[in-house]
Structures are given as structure tokens and as C-alpha cells.
């Protein structure tokens, strides 16, 4: 796995090995795809775009737990690039039915600002669950959020 892993696994933490079943298999905290915590209601698990494990908890489990994803994800980055609200909020409620302990958003588009989607994105970072990132690019300008921003300036 390249691209936004790489950078994540060149920390010595996150980039080591970790052994399942006594040494039987190993593999790292850094991982694509990863299934949701919790299902929704009704609905098999989804996956979570990347997820960090807690090396500790990993090099404890089993080769079972591990591949039918049933370690806990405390840290967990959704992303999305040109999508609208809807897509936002499925993320979202991913994030925060597994009970996430650090859940982020990264919400690019070049579709323009919208502001249903800026709204929803105000109201997520109110109670501090969800961290949220967001750039948005069109004809009416550019408008963005960092994490650690309180609003979506332009």
C-alpha cells in the first residue's frame, strides 16, 4: 500500500510489524478498507477508507480477529473527493456508530461550495467526535477548513 500510507508507516509505531497467533503471520497498524467497527442498522459492516490499529491491541490478537476485522480502530480517515452531501454523511455516520475514538473527514470538491454540505459540516465539529477537512473549489472561489479549524473560511 502506497500513496497515503506510506508517509502514515515511515513512523517507526505505525510502520512496524506486528505478529498475529504467536508469530504465525504479521502485519502493521496501517490498513486500506478496513471493516466498520459496528454495523448499521440492519446492514452489513462497510469499510472504513483507512484505519490505524493500536499496535498493542494488534500484536495481541488473534489471525482469526484480525481477518474478519474485529479489532477495534481508534483512529479512522474517510475521504472523499467530488461528492455531495449524502456521501458526507454515510462517513460520517460511520464514524460515529463504531464509536470512533478519532474519527476524521477529509471532503474535497471542484463542484463548488454547497452550502448544505457546509452546514452539515458545521454541525459535525460542534461536539468534537468527528475532525473535519475540507476544500472546495469552483466558480464562486475556493473555500477550505483544516482540521483544526473553527469554520470554513474563504
Same mark, same amino acid.
Given at each position: 500500500?502506497? /500513496?497515503?500510507?506510506?508517509?502514515?508507516?515511515?513512523? #517507526?509505531?505505525?510502520?512496524?510489524?506486528?505478529?498475529?497467533?504467536? /508469530?504465525? +503471520?504479521?502485519?502493521? #497498524?496501517?490498513?486500506?478498507?478496513?471493516?466498520?467497527?459496528?454495523?448499521?442498522? $440492519? *446492514?452489513? %459492516? =462497510?469499510? &472504513?477508507?483507512? +484505519?490505524?490499529? +493500536? #499496535?498493542?491491541?494488534?500484536?495481541? *490478537?488473534?489471525?482469526?480477529? &484480525?481477518? !474478519?476485522?474485529?479489532?477495534?480502530? #481508534?483512529?479512522?480517515?474517510?475521504? $472523499?473527493?467530488?461528492?455531495? @452531501?449524502?456521501?458526507?454523511?454515510?462517513? *460520517?455516520?460511520?464514524? @460515529?456508530?463504531? =464509536?470512533?475514538?478519532?474519527?476524521? @473527514?477529509?471532503? &474535497?470538491? %471542484?463542484? =463548488?461550495?454547497?452550502?448544505?454540505?457546509?452546514?452539515?459540516?458545521?454541525?459535525?465539529?460542534?461536539? =468534537?467526535?468527528?475532525?473535519?477537512?475540507?476544500?472546495?473549489?469552483?466558480?464562486?472561489?475556493? %473555500?477550505? !477548513?483544516?482540521?483544526?479549524?473553527? *469554520?470554513?473560511?474563504?
Amino acid at each position: 500500500m502506497c /500513496g497515503e500510507g506510506c508517509l502514515l508507516m515511515s513512523y #517507526p509505531l505505525l510502520g512496524r510489524e506486528c505478529p498475529l497467533d504467536n /508469530g504465525s +503471520a504479521v502485519t502493521q #497498524p496501517v490498513h486500506k478498507e478496513w471493516p466498520e467497527t459496528k454495523p448499521e442498522e $440492519g *446492514a452489513r %459492516r =462497510g469499510n &472504513f477508507d483507512l +484505519a490505524i490499529l +493500536a #499496535p498493542d491491541t494488534l500484536c495481541t *490478537a488473534s489471525l482469526e480477529q &484480525f481477518r !474478519k476485522g474485529y479489532i477495534e480502530t #481508534p483512529i479512522v480517515v474517510e475521504m $472523499g473527493l467530488d461528492y455531495g @452531501l449524502a456521501h458526507l454523511a454515510q462517513d *460520517a455516520e460511520k464514524l @460515529l456508530n463504531s =464509536g470512533v475514538r478519532r474519527g476524521y @473527514l477529509v471532503h &474535497f470538491t %471542484r463542484l =463548488g461550495h454547497d452550502n448544505r454540505v457546509e452546514e452539515y459540516i458545521r454541525s459535525l465539529t460542534t461536539d =468534537g467526535r468527528v475532525m473535519v477537512a475540507y476544500a472546495s473549489v469552483g466558480p464562486q472561489g475556493v %473555500r477550505l !477548513k483544516q482540521l483544526d479549524d473553527p *469554520a470554513i473560511s474563504s
